[in-house]
């Protein structure tokens, strides 16, 4: 499963509704920054069908460094927290299930590199 990049994005949408490279962008970026300028004055952002964007604050917490084995403490913070919405799960479950399928399907190559 290969990464999409806002390059990818925009170079899709602009041949699905026939518009330049550089509109889409300017669109596909304008979105981004409505919605990051929404979640950051209402803290909470729902998009039917997609999901919720939600800041929550994370307790104030002790952890080790890894390299030092000290014991540091890590304070509170604001995150921004994301649960799907049912059909993104669905389609996302869905795909995962058939590429799942397909990796069991393929060949094994019991050469090692």
Do not use: C, W, Y
């Not at 550089?22 to 998009?47: H, N």
């Not at 002790?62 to 030092?68: G, I, L």
């Not at 994301?82 to 399928?101: I, P, S, T, W, Y």
């Amino acid at each position: 499963m290969a990464k999409k990049t806002k390059k990818d994005i925009v170079l899709e949408l602009a041949k699905q509704f026939e518009l330049t490279q550089v509109d889409t962008k300017k669109i596909v970026q304008g979105t981004l920054d409505t919605l990051i300028e929404a979640i950051a004055e209402s803290g909470r952002i729902e998009l039917r069908n997609f999901g919720v964007f939600e800041v929550r604050l994370r307790k104030a917490r002790k952890a080790r460094n890894p390299k030092t084995g000290e014991e540091i403490e890590v304070p509170a913070k604001f995150v921004i927290h994301f649960k799907a919405g049912r059909k993104m799960e669905e389609r996302v479950a869905k795909n995962v299930a058939n590429l799942r399928d397909s990796l069991k399907q393929a060949p094994v190559d019991d050469e090692e590199a």
